[in-house]
């Protein structure tokens, strides 16, 4: 018996070593792998879809147990990497053979004990509203690549990417929505874990915050660093994964593995030692070339359609109640566009403090520390039936203080927030006004302007008033709160009735009235007038306006709007008059105050309708007819 055994597993051994070395060159695929090997020994096979792993049932289970670490030494993943590169972008697996005691005490059955098969309905995660989808969090230590896997996920560069060891370039938890072949779910990318650090620093602030959000997220991918393997710093991480998401289960990416693509024991070794975390077999990606998301997806999707299989069944009743009864509701909702408001100033203002004063919770990091905010992390919540987008941007700098790297990155995510919103909130220092006896500074009147001449509706807020309380600084209070409206309006003189809040983020007052005028404001912008009452309008408005001369008054045909966002007129001239710069202002601030569009940036252009030459020589022609006609009367013939 034990002579057929060995004689068994050296024909294993040699079957497995023969087709490889045919199929060597010719990236076939590791699923072809398997089911070849299948067929050299024929045996009854079960297949399984968790992470690729075959369990051959049947007499010849057994023996073939040396096969797979005999296949997984001699090529490993790097053989699988080279075989599939051309053909299969990102497919790196590790073939496991995997046998259960029972399977060959039942040498009939086609599926193992262990495995259960759930009969699962396909989810079509495209069509699945945004606010059911699972949320996966990105994790790991510092410098492993986890904001260019989110950028990765998501499709765009969001996240900052920057090769900083020494420092920490992600502070805060950025959401967004990853888009993995057919396969839609919530994305967070976190800060770089060191568990380690001391009590009350930005690293262990970091930790907190990224404990509080794990804690309502349902999956999590575990990044490591291939090239430096199992560093200490990943134990430390598994082990307060542990403590802090005990029933998470992670899956282990292996990240930059496109660099060791050609050393296949460094693979092998790498794979084995990151199995002592405990969290089962790793991954092989690439974030920054994309290799790996093949198998990113193969790993995911099970999880996620049997989480969503869950979630649906238990809500299918209540959506049927809720469609029922609230078909007009919907309507509605569809009919609001969401709003994207854009928290923008200087350094250490207070605008991660009003985000989570907006958001009512810990979102984003906060203390008294200038700079904490780097990435530009944006936030979604409802205020009564609408959303809102908040992004909450990093401190705008003075051109002199800029600095390269993630600092001058920030700037320019900064900026680019400021153009794609609806709405901006400049947030001033009440403290730093009161001290320097101006409003604004230079950095936040080019701020200001830069949100106009885009065409954002702009609204400023007062920060810290808290600071200002008391006996002492009663009359100072007042003294703010009327000079820094009309500071701002000599400043900013395009735009008049911009509204300024006076609040406190840290006590989290004046945050009914911060979305009230931003809510007023993005009214405001998307404001259309319909053009027979603008015609109507214009005639009341000229006919109050005084000419010195009514001969070089310029004639304006009609008035209409062609856009909103921000409103935009056109005014169509007779030839080849031009408004003048006086008229236009007059028909801007008429506009203000007649439609309440006070606060928002309104442009008006000029077209000018030449006079038609076809309809004069008409008229000549028609005049010439009559001519014609006239001259045989009486009349004529006498004079002639």
């Not at 409802?382 to 941007?393: E, F, W």
């Amino acid at each position: 018996m034990n002579g057929n055994r060995g004689r068994l597993r050296s024909t294993a051994k040699a079957a497995a070593t023969e087709y490889l070395r045919r199929h060597h060159r010719h990236g076939t695929g590791e699923n072809q792998c398997s089911s070849a090997l299948v067929n050299h020994f024929k045996a009854p096979v079960s297949l399984f879809a968790r992470k690729g792993a075959i369990a051959f049932a049947g007499a010849f289970a057994h023996h073939l147990s040396s096969v797979g670490s005999y296949v997984f030494k001699t090529y490993g993943s790097a053989h699988l990497l080279n075989n599939c590169r051309s053909s299969i972008q990102a497919t790196v697996r590790f073939c496991t053979l995997t046998v259960s005691k029972d399977d060959v005490s039942q040498p009939h059955s086609s599926t193992p004990e262990g495995a259960t098969v759930v009969d699962q309905k396909p989810i079509d995660f495209t069509k699945l509203n945004i606010n059911r989808l699972p949320t996966v969090m990105i994790i790991g230590r510092p410098n492993v690549g986890k904001s260019a896997l989110f950028n990765r996920l998501i499709r765009r560069r969001e996240a900052l990417v920057y090769n900083t060891p020494d420092d920490h370039v992600t502070r805060d938890i950025r959401e967004g929505l990853a888009k993995l072949g057919d396969l839609r779910f919530k994305v967070l990318d976190s800060a770089g874990l060191e568990t380690e650090a001391t009590s009350g620093s930005i690293l262990n602030r970091t930790a907190s915050m990224t404990a509080n959000v794990l804690a309502r997220t349902q999956f999590a991918i575990f990044l490591i660093d291939v090239r430096t393997g199992l560093h200490p710093l990943d134990q430390e991480v598994g082990r307060w994964l542990r403590k802090h998401a005990p029933g998470i289960n992670p899956i282990v990416a292996m990240n930059k593995s496109e660099s060791l693509h050609n050393d296949i024991n460094s693979f092998a070794e790498a794979a084995t030692e990151v199995l002592k975390l405990g969290f089962g077999e790793p991954i092989a990606i690439s974030a920054e070339t994309g290799l790996g998301m093949t198998t990113l997806y193969e790993s995911l999707r099970p999880l996620l359609e049997s989480y969503m299989n869950k979630v649906l069944d238990g809500n299918s009743s209540q959506d049927e109640n809720f469609n029922q009864n609230c078909d007009s509701c919907e309507v509605d909702e569809e009919s609001k566009v969401p709003l994207q408001l854009a928290i923008v100033g200087r350094p250490n203002v207070g605008k991660s403090t009003l985000l989570n004063a907006l958001l009512q919770e810990d979102r984003v990091l906060v203390g008294p520390e200038a700079g904490l905010t780097r990435d530009s992390v944006r936030a979604q919540f409802q205020y009564q039936g609408r959303t809102v987008y908040l992004v909450d941007t990093a401190g705008w700098l003075q051109r002199g203080d800029r600095q390269k790297g993630p600092a001058s990155l920030s700037i320019m995510q900064s900026r680019k927030n400021l153009m794609r919103a609806h709405v901006v909130a400049l947030v001033l220092d009440a403290e730093e006004v009161a001290k320097a006896w101006r409003s604004l500074t230079h950095a936040e009147v080019v701020i200001a302007r830069q949100a106009v001449e885009e065409g954002r509706g702009l609204v400023v807020i007062v920060n810290k008033m808290d600071l200002l309380k008391g006996k002492r600084n009663s009359t100072l209070y007042k003294k703010i709160m009327e000079a820094v409206p009309q500071e701002i309006q000599m400043v900013i003189p395009q735009i008049t009735g911009i509204p300024v809040v006076f609040i406190s983020a840290i006590d989290g007052k004046g945050r009914g009235a911060v979305m009230s005028q931003v809510i007023d404001m993005y009214k405001k912008w998307c404001l259309r007038l319909s053009t027979a009452r603008l015609n109507r309008w214009l005639r009341k408005v000229t006919s109050r306006h005084s000419w010195k001369d009514q001969g070089a008054q310029t004639k304006i045909k009609y008035f209409t709007q062609v856009k909103a966002r921000p409103p935009t007129f056109v005014a169509f001239l007779s030839g080849n008059t031009k408004l003048s710069d006086t008229y236009v202002r007059f028909l801007t601030k008429s506009l203000k105050e007649d439609f309440d569009m006070g606060g928002i940036p309104i442009r008006i252009m000029q077209r000018s309708v030449p006079r038609v030459a076809g309809g004069n020589s008409s008229k000549n022609s028609q005049s010439m007819g009559k001519t014609v006609e006239r001259t045989p009367s009486d009349k004529r013939s006498v004079i002639v």
